[in-house]
Nanobody, 125 residues
Framework: QVQLVESGGGLVQAGGSLRLSCAAS????????MGWFRQASGKARELVAA????????NVDDSVKGRFAISRDNAKNMVYLQMNSLKPEDTAVYYC??????????????????WGQGTQVTVFS
Protein backbone atom coordinates (compact mmCIF):
# COMPACT_ATOMS: atom_id res chain seq x y z
CA GLN A 1 0.00 0.00 0.00
CA VAL A 2 1.00 3.58 -0.51
CA GLN A 3 2.95 5.35 2.23
CA LEU A 4 1.78 8.83 3.17
CA VAL A 5 3.53 11.53 5.17
CA GLU A 6 1.77 14.74 6.18
CA SER A 7 3.39 18.05 7.00
CA GLY A 8 2.43 21.66 7.50
CA GLY A 9 0.40 21.51 10.68
CA GLY A 10 0.95 23.84 13.57
CA LEU A 11 -0.46 26.45 15.90
CA VAL A 12 -2.30 29.27 14.19
CA GLN A 13 -4.52 32.14 15.27
CA ALA A 14 -8.17 32.16 14.25
CA GLY A 15 -8.57 33.73 10.84
CA GLY A 16 -5.18 32.57 9.68
CA SER A 17 -4.17 30.09 7.01
CA LEU A 18 -2.19 26.89 6.72
CA ARG A 19 -1.35 24.61 3.85
CA LEU A 20 -1.02 20.94 4.63
CA SER A 21 1.06 18.75 2.36
CA CYS A 22 1.02 15.01 1.88
CA ALA A 23 3.88 13.19 0.20
CA ALA A 24 3.09 9.77 -1.24
CA SER A 25 5.41 6.94 -2.14
CA UNK A 26 5.46 4.88 -5.29
CA UNK A 27 5.08 5.45 -8.99
CA UNK A 28 1.36 4.77 -9.17
CA UNK A 29 0.21 7.76 -7.14
CA UNK A 30 -1.92 8.94 -10.02
CA UNK A 31 -4.11 5.81 -9.71
CA UNK A 32 -5.19 6.70 -6.16
CA UNK A 33 -8.07 8.83 -5.12
CA MET A 34 -6.95 11.00 -2.22
CA GLY A 35 -8.54 12.70 0.71
CA TRP A 36 -8.04 14.56 3.94
CA PHE A 37 -9.64 13.40 7.17
CA ARG A 38 -9.58 15.12 10.51
CA GLN A 39 -10.28 13.98 14.02
CA ALA A 40 -10.88 16.38 16.86
CA SER A 41 -10.48 15.32 20.45
CA GLY A 42 -13.47 13.29 21.55
CA LYS A 43 -15.02 13.25 18.09
CA ALA A 44 -15.20 10.77 15.23
CA ARG A 45 -12.85 10.99 12.30
CA GLU A 46 -14.46 12.84 9.41
CA LEU A 47 -13.65 13.26 5.76
CA VAL A 48 -13.26 16.94 5.01
CA ALA A 49 -12.00 16.93 1.43
CA ALA A 50 -11.57 14.46 -1.41
CA UNK A 51 -10.05 14.52 -4.87
CA UNK A 52 -10.12 12.14 -7.80
CA UNK A 53 -7.06 10.43 -9.20
CA UNK A 54 -6.52 13.06 -11.88
CA UNK A 55 -7.58 15.98 -9.72
CA UNK A 56 -10.49 16.67 -12.02
CA UNK A 57 -13.17 16.13 -9.38
CA UNK A 58 -13.18 17.37 -5.80
CA ASN A 59 -15.54 17.36 -2.87
CA VAL A 60 -15.34 19.42 0.30
CA ASP A 61 -17.45 18.99 3.40
CA ASP A 62 -20.01 21.70 4.10
CA SER A 63 -18.26 22.56 7.35
CA VAL A 64 -15.21 23.82 5.46
CA LYS A 65 -16.72 24.79 2.12
CA GLY A 66 -15.45 28.13 0.92
CA ARG A 67 -12.49 27.98 3.28
CA PHE A 68 -10.61 24.79 2.41
CA ALA A 69 -9.44 23.54 -0.97
CA ILE A 70 -7.85 20.24 -1.92
CA SER A 71 -5.45 19.86 -4.82
CA ARG A 72 -2.83 17.44 -6.08
CA ASP A 73 0.28 17.36 -8.21
CA ASN A 74 0.70 13.89 -9.62
CA ALA A 75 4.08 14.70 -11.13
CA LYS A 76 5.36 15.32 -7.59
CA ASN A 77 3.30 12.65 -5.79
CA MET A 78 1.79 15.36 -3.61
CA VAL A 79 -1.64 16.30 -2.34
CA TYR A 80 -2.43 19.53 -0.54
CA LEU A 81 -5.06 21.02 1.70
CA GLN A 82 -5.18 24.79 1.67
CA MET A 83 -6.95 26.01 4.79
CA ASN A 84 -8.04 29.63 5.03
CA SER A 85 -10.10 31.56 7.57
CA LEU A 86 -9.34 28.97 10.19
CA LYS A 87 -11.64 28.63 13.16
CA PRO A 88 -11.05 27.08 16.58
CA GLU A 89 -13.44 24.29 15.62
CA ASP A 90 -10.99 23.29 12.88
CA THR A 91 -8.59 22.13 15.58
CA ALA A 92 -7.88 18.46 14.96
CA VAL A 93 -5.33 15.96 13.80
CA TYR A 94 -5.44 15.97 10.01
CA TYR A 95 -4.76 12.78 8.10
CA CYS A 96 -3.93 12.27 4.47
CA UNK A 97 -5.64 9.22 3.01
CA UNK A 98 -5.55 7.18 -0.20
CA UNK A 99 -7.92 4.74 -1.82
CA UNK A 100 -8.41 3.01 -5.16
CA UNK A 101 -9.25 5.29 -8.03
CA UNK A 102 -11.13 2.82 -10.19
CA UNK A 103 -12.82 5.71 -11.89
CA UNK A 104 -11.82 9.33 -12.09
CA UNK A 105 -14.00 10.55 -9.25
CA UNK A 106 -13.62 11.14 -5.54
CA UNK A 107 -14.47 8.14 -3.37
CA UNK A 108 -16.59 7.39 -0.34
CA UNK A 109 -15.21 7.92 3.15
CA UNK A 110 -15.50 4.16 3.60
CA UNK A 111 -13.25 3.31 0.67
CA UNK A 112 -9.92 4.70 1.82
CA UNK A 113 -7.30 2.07 2.51
CA UNK A 114 -4.19 3.96 3.61
CA TRP A 115 -3.59 6.85 6.02
CA GLY A 116 -0.65 8.90 7.10
CA GLN A 117 0.29 9.38 10.74
CA GLY A 118 -1.39 12.75 10.92
CA THR A 119 -0.39 16.33 11.59
CA GLN A 120 -1.81 18.47 14.39
CA VAL A 121 -3.60 21.70 13.56
CA THR A 122 -4.48 23.90 16.51
CA VAL A 123 -6.44 27.11 16.01
CA PHE A 124 -6.68 29.51 18.92
CA SER A 125 -8.74 32.63 19.46
Amino acid sequence: QVQLVESGGGLVQAGGSLRLSCAASGRIFSTYAMGWFRQASGKARELVAAISRSGGSTNVDDSVKGRFAISRDNAKNMVYLQMNSLKPEDTAVYYCAAGPGYTDTYISRYDYTSWGQGTQVTVFS
